[in-house]
């Protein structure tokens, strides 16, 4: 079956600009993850969602951030004001239901450059 | 500040050696830890997972072995392959539903 997949694979934007990172989930997968990963860095946690609602955004690393989940499948995650720093591989994750054992199951990330 | 901490960086075996990642952490709450295989241009695939309450869980080539007094937990891969080259995080998850990864190991495994 189809996996988790994210749109696009690869964004060159310029500093300052807005960018929109887009993951469709497994279906029927009721939780939702974001991770940020640097290179030669393990996936760092931005956000989960448990359905439409975000259940845990305490890895959003400021304001310029953000992520919805609106009708709790597709995710699309925001950032203003795009920094260098920016520059990292999105990662969106799903599983089942959410619960430690879950397993999370990761798209292939969107890489995010920013000049 | 690092949660979960990763060795070696990155590792050359043999094929048909052993191949040993090791990882440490500090939180007691952290209850689940799983590895996670990554190739490159893909997102990690959980290869295998342990609970605290077991010192060691293997299936096929890889095995866990837990310590708990020492808050410390490896992955051994047996036999190792060179389809096994690629970056292996382990991670850690606490109650507040956060995984927390290693700093990867890239392992390459010479034929």
């Known amino acids: 079956g189809a996996g988790v997949s994210q749109t696009p694979s690869n964004k060159v934007t310029e500093k300052g600009k807005y960018v929109e990172l887009r993951c469709d989930p497994i279906?029927?997968?009721?939780?939702l993850y974001w991770y940020r990963q640097s290179l030669g860095q393990g996936p760092e946690f931005l956000i989960y969602?448990?359905?439409?609602?975000?259940?845990?955004d305490s890895g959003l690393p400021n304001d310029r951030f953000f992520a919805v989940r609106p009708e709790g499948s597709v995710s699309t995650l925001k950032i203003q004001r795009t920094e260098r720093g920016d520059s990292a591989v999105y990662l969106c994750?799903?599983?089942?239901?959410?619960?430690?054992?879950?397993?999370?199951?990761f798209g292939p990330g969107t890489r995010l450059t920013v000049l | 500040q690092q949660q979960v901490k990763q060795s070696p960086q990155s590792l050359i075996v043999q094929k048909g050696g052993i191949s040993i990642i090791n990882c440490a952490y500090e939180?007691?709450?952290?209850?689940?830890f799983p590895w996670y295989q990554q190739f490159p241009g893909k997102g990690p695939a959980l290869l295998i997972a342990?609970?605290?309450?077991?010192s060691e869980k293997k299936e096929g080539r890889f095995t866990i072995s837990f310590n708990k007094s020492a808050k410390q937990f490896s992955l051994h891969i047996m036999d190792s392959q060179p389809g096994d080259s690629a970056t292996y995080f382990c991670a850690a998850f606490s109650p507040g539903n956060q995984f927390y990864f290693g700093t990867g190991t890239s392992l390459t495994v010479i034929p």
């Open positions: 279906s029927g997968h009721t939780a």
């Open positions: 939180n007691t709450a952290f209850d689940y």
């Open positions: 342990i609970r605290p309450d077991v």
């Open positions: 994750a799903s599983s089942s239901t959410g619960g430690q054992v879950d397993t999370q199951y």
């Open positions: 969602f448990q359905g439409t609602g975000a259940a845990d």
